[in-house]
């Protein structure tokens, strides 16, 4: 015999389905989180790469720049000393046209 206000308990196949209806929604819902962290795993590991490749960009920049740097150095070294050779070679030119002169008045 029931009691006042109390419901009668589901037939027990029916409790059963909805439980069974239940997991397997949350197993669905499981493999989509768990792939959805693979993803996110990928992405880092992707993300890893290219911060790891733009790194050792940086530092074949910075390697090429101080290179850069040391060659201009040295042009410029090789530029001051080349210009009191030409000043020279101009003066030795005009010392050279003076012999000839000097030479066909002879």
């Not at 589901?10 to 989180?33: D, K, M, R, S």
């Amino acid at each position: 015999t029931m009691m006042p206000g109390e419901t009668p308990p589901p037939p027990a196949g029916t409790a059963a389905a909805g439980a069974c209806a239940n997991c397997g929604v949350l197993q669905q819902n499981i493999n989509e989180y768990v792939a959805a962290l693979i993803t996110l795993k990928q992405k880092m590991i992707d993300g890893d790469r290219l911060l790891t490749e733009y790194q050792q960009k940086c530092t074949d920049i910075l390697y090429y720049s101080i290179k850069i740097s040391a060659l201009r150095c040295q042009v410029e070294q090789m530029l001051q000393k080349i210009l009191p050779l030409e000043k020279c070679q101009e003066e030795l030119g005009s010392l050279k046209a003076e012999l000839e002169e000097k030479k066909v008045c002879l």
